[in-house]
């Protein structure tokens, strides 16, 4: 049980999805309670044979996921993590944290990052999160993946090489600078001010929501600043009562909409280093948002 968190951190970072991930977990210490104490004490490190077998379980989930995507209503968004230290102090009792309150919030799980995660092969994903981000020696990434070192050296190596260092081209500012951007997004957007709004998006930026049919959402992007801007000054016209509330979303300074005490929106934001919003990704999914709500 205290490899819980290391294995959902794992998890999650590889499947974009804490749904997923939990099952990962209780599948792996499934199989683990299942063998008999004597099988149990013959395994030299049971928290490197539960890694293990958590990544190969997570390396047969995303092939069939990204089949699974294939005919996801609209655009598909991984799921957004609140912070649970700043969460607990609007949820009843602490309702709703649990289990994102176990996932470290780092650059590896910021929405960017899982983005790009997504363009990945389900192989490339897996050596990479298991190398660069847990640190795992290619020999150990060799026997989760299925390969030799060389080939998960060069897996990790395209990963880092042709979809990270690409995504990072934009380099973002400090949580303090971005949250001050994403304030103004806010005020801008609460009192309709086209101009405000125009000013802080990038030119090229891009706006994706999740919809997953399951709630009220563009099935395809929204790309241009004067197109982004048009669509949110109409939902703030014709949008019934709610409030916008500033709250970090994966690490990153982001905005949730709460409407009859429920969370129906949560928004994660790309800001460039010239302070322009160039990514805004809105997750609507009501399967997505269980750990968001308040009570």
């Given at each position: 049980?205290?490899?819980?968190?290391?294995?959902?951190?794992?998890?999650?970072?590889?499947?974009?999805?804490?749904?997923?991930?939990?099952?990962?977990?209780?599948?792996?210490?499934?199989?683990?309670?299942?063998?008999?104490?004597?099988?149990?004490?013959?395994?030299?490190?049971?928290?490197?044979?539960?890694?293990?077998?958590?990544?190969?379980?997570?390396?047969?989930?995303?092939?069939?996921?990204?089949?699974?995507?294939?005919?996801?209503?609209?655009?598909?968004?991984?799921?957004?993590?609140?912070?649970?230290?700043?969460?607990?102090?609007?949820?009843?009792?602490?309702?709703?944290?649990?289990?994102?309150?176990?996932?470290?919030?780092?650059?590896?799980?910021?929405?960017?990052?899982?983005?790009?995660?997504?363009?990945?092969t389900p192989a490339e994903g897996v050596a990479f999160v298991l190398h660069d981000v847990f640190r795992y020696p290619f020999p150990e990434v060799a026997?989760?993946?299925?390969?030799?070192?060389?080939?998960?050296?060069?897996?990790?190596?395209?990963?880092?090489?042709?979809?990270?260092?690409?995504?990072?081209?934009?380099?973002?500012?400090?949580?303090?600078?971005?949250?001050?951007?994403?304030?103004?997004?806010?005020?801008?957007?609460?009192?309709?001010?086209?101009?405000?709004?125009?000013?802080?998006?990038?030119?090229?930026?891009?706006?994706?929501?999740?919809?997953?049919?399951?709630?009220?959402?563009?099935?395809?992007?929204?790309?241009?600043?004067?197109?982004?801007?048009?669509?949110?000054?109409?939902?703030?016209?014709?949008?019934?009562?709610?409030?916008?509330?500033?709250?970090?979303?994966?690490?990153?300074?982001?905005?949730?909409?709460?409407?009859?005490?429920?969370?129906?929106?949560?928004?994660?934001?790309?800001?460039?280093?010239?302070?322009?919003?160039?990514?805004?990704?809105?997750?609507?999914?009501?399967?997505?948002?269980?750990?968001?709500?308040?009570?």
């Amino acid at each position: 049980m205290s490899e819980r968190r290391q294995l959902l951190n794992l998890a999650y970072r590889m499947l974009g999805s804490l749904t997923d991930a939990e099952d990962v977990v209780q599948e792996t210490c499934t199989r683990w309670y299942a063998m008999s104490p004597t099988q149990q004490e013959a395994i030299e490190s049971p928290g490197a044979w539960l890694t293990k077998l958590a990544g190969r379980i997570c390396l047969n989930l995303l092939g069939s996921a990204r089949t699974r995507r294939e005919t996801y209503v609209g655009e598909w968004i991984p799921e957004p993590l609140p912070d649970p230290t700043e969460w607990i102090t609007r949820s009843a009792g602490g309702a709703g944290v649990d289990p994102a309150d176990r996932i470290t919030l780092d650059e590896s799980v910021t929405m960017a990052f899982l983005i790009v995660f997504e363009s990945m092969t389900p192989a490339e994903g897996v050596a990479f999160v298991l190398h660069d981000v847990f640190r795992y020696p290619f020999p150990e990434v060799a026997e989760i993946v299925g390969r030799s070192p060389a080939a998960c050296r060069q897996l990790a190596s395209s990963a880092r090489r042709r979809r990270v260092a690409a995504a990072r081209a934009e380099v973002s500012p400090n949580a303090t600078r971005q949250a001050s951007v994403v304030r103004w997004f806010k005020a801008a957007w609460e009192a309709q001010d086209i101009e405000a709004l125009l000013s802080l998006l990038d030119p090229g930026a891009t706006e994706i929501s999740d919809g997953g049919g399951r709630a009220i959402a563009r099935l395809l992007p929204i790309e241009g600043a004067q197109q982004i801007a048009h669509v949110y000054l109409t939902i703030a016209r014709f949008a019934p009562p709610r409030t916008i509330l500033e709250c970090t979303v994966n690490g990153r300074p982001g905005l949730a909409i709460e409407s009859e005490g429920r969370i129906e929106t949560v928004f994660a934001f790309k800001v460039s280093d010239d302070d322009r919003i160039t990514h805004i990704w809105a997750v609507r999914n009501p399967d997505k948002l269980h750990p968001w709500q308040l009570s």
